[in-house]
């Protein structure tokens, strides 16, 4: 039970913080939000989506518009810390490095999850869907859980190298493909109504392989990263 | 040599091409990476005479 | 005198090692050019597939040692296992590189398309893409001991997320069947003669591989060393 505390109540001491930062600053999900409108805009005039083509294109553009306004999210997590340098303060505290990883995880995953959550009704509208089937909302969980845990490793890799904004999401889209996959095809069903091969079930299957070992590949190196 | 003449499409430049472009990246890859090694060889010859001429040349420490 | 009798038979192991695969590789296009069978349907471009698909598995066997480098590096903290990452790295970059080339020239005039998606191909992008990552990694980083240990991160990431990346790529693929025929055709239901062919190759560039891979790694080592002397030059030079 004390290891528990000792594990649980720092990460969520840490993820309590940068919740409340953003409580205050507002500027996190703020941004990506109105940044992920703008895309659909743009991509709607970009690939002129139609009633026709609307089921066919409209999973892509959720995805692509969940996943860049996901990683100009995670840009922000480790900046603050380097730049006030409050990151080495944290590690001078008896405190596991994973609770640290786990703290920014959960505070990632929490900002992503709401502004996908804003999103998801303004995309209902001007895709004309239900945005309330639970193998959607089941794909976006499990895909969040998974850009959360690769973002916040290299979150904290892009912020000490240079050209970070370019850096991150260098890195962070090739490893999260088969999240990017597997949410679109899984998604594909659950709006357009499907004639998929693959069932979603297979596909949301995948996904979590991908979350349970990056959970717990990432943590591990995240301890290697953050140590000097 | 009559078999390659009488391939019904002549798909043979695409075949040189694609060795071509293999064998020419590998002579690149090994020709800067001998370079980089004769540099390499050059310097530490450098280095060498500095060692040799500064030990030569009055006592340290 | 112990130096100049090292530095040539150093030379004179690498000419040897040199000629063998040179003489391997000879074999190698006589199997591909000569024994090997012609393809009924896409004639004599098929051949390019005893470039092809050995460069596509001495990628993956690359980004493996790769894997075992960098979690020998983070372990161990010796500077050898990061020269033998980072140079399997740069070797596994110039064969994905290959295999993406080779890739569009066999199906250009196979299948009449540049690029197919299949799943091998589009993987391989995805790796390519990555493994690049890893490459910018230790350029952009602040100094050198930062870049190993964050492309070490990258390169067991990257690895592990191989299979899965495939097994996505795959599926999808099998789910939007653009192509009635698949991409390069599959080893499995191959001519033995061809098979053949393919092993001689396999061999041949794996040979190539491991010659190219200790001249790199041996390279960084001595680089290595010439910084720690100029470091101590200088450190002398002050004191």
């Not at chain 3, 350029?139 to 690895?159: D, E, H, P």
Request: charged share 15%; glycine share 6%.
């Amino acid at each position: 039970m004390r290891a528990v505390a000792e594990f649980v109540r720092p990460a969520l001491l840490v993820a309590w913080k940068d919740v409340l930062l953003e409580l205050r600053n507002r500027e996190v999900v703020a941004t990506a939000l109105v940044f992920g409108v703008m895309l659909v805009v743009i991509f709607n005039f970009a690939l002129n989506i139609t009633p026709e083509t609307v089921d066919v294109l409209a999973p892509g553009v959720l995805w692509v518009a969940f996943s860049f306004a996901g990683v100009l999210a995670m840009s922000r997590a480790f900046v603050a810390e380097k730049e006030e340098g409050t990151l080495d303060a944290l590690l001078l505290c008896p405190v596991s490095r994973d609770s640290i990883y786990f703290g920014k995880m959960l505070a990632m995953f929490v900002f992503m999850v709401v502004i996908e959550a804003a999103l998801l009704p303004i995309f209902a509208v001007f895709f004309d869907f239900s945005a309330f089937s639970a193998t959607l909302i089941g794909a976006i969980v499990l895909a969040t859980l998974g850009f959360a845990a690769v973002g916040t490793l290299f979150a904290a890799v892009a912020a000490n190298v240079r050209s970070r904004e370019m850096m991150l999401p260098i890195l962070f889209f090739p490893l999260v493909s088969p999240v990017i996959i597997g949410a679109v095809e899984t998604s594909g069903a659950a709006i357009g109504g499907g004639g998929s091969l693959t069932s979603p079930l297979r596909w949301l299957q995948l996904i979590a392989v991908f979350d349970a070992v990056f959970i717990v590949v990432c943590p591990w190196l995240f301890s290697v990263v953050v140590e000097e | 040599m009559i078999a390659l003449i009488t391939t019904p499409v002549n798909n043979i430049p695409y075949l040189f091409a694609a060795f071509a472009i293999t064998w020419a990246v590998f002579f690149v890859y090994v020709f800067i990476t001998s370079r980089r090694q004769d540099e390499l060889e050059q310097e530490m010859e450098g280095l060498r005479e500095e060692m040799r001429g500064r030990d030569g040349g009055g006592g340290e420490m | 005198m112990t130096t100049i009798s090292n530095r040539t038979r150093g030379g004179l192991k690498r000419n040897v090692a040199l000629a063998v695969i040179a003489a391997v590789m000879v074999l190698n296009m006589y199997f591909a050019f000569m024994f090997a069978p012609t393809e009924a349907t896409s004639g004599h471009v098929q051949r390019i597939m005893y470039i092809h698909v050995p460069m596509a598995w001495l990628a993956f066997l690359a980004f493996f040692i790769v894997f075992i480098g960098s979690i020998m590096y983070l372990w161990k903290r010796q500077e050898k296992w990061d020269d033998l990452a980072s140079s399997a790295a740069e070797l596994g970059i110039i064969f994905t590189t290959l295999v993406l080339i080779t890739g569009p020239i066999w199906a250009k005039p196979t299948w009449g398309i540049w690029w197919t998606w299949d799943p091998r191909l589009t993987s391989t992008l995805v790796l390519w893409l990555i493994y690049v990552g890893y490459l910018m990694l230790r350029a952009y980083s602040a100094n050198r001991s930062q870049g190993m240990k964050f492309s070490a991160v990258l390169g067991i990431v990257g690895f592990i997320d191989v299979p899965i990346v495939y097994f996505a790529v795959d599926w999808w693929r099998t789910q939007h069947q653009r192509l009635v025929l698949g991409g390069p055709s599959l080893e499995s239901d191959l001519h033995p003669d061809m098979r053949l062919a393919l092993m001689v190759s396999v061999i041949a560039f794996t040979l190539l591989f491991a010659f190219l891979l200790r001249q790199r790694t041996s390279l960084k080592r001595v680089e290595r060393g010439v910084r720690e002397m100029k470091e101590d030059a200088e450190i002398r030079s002050e004191g």
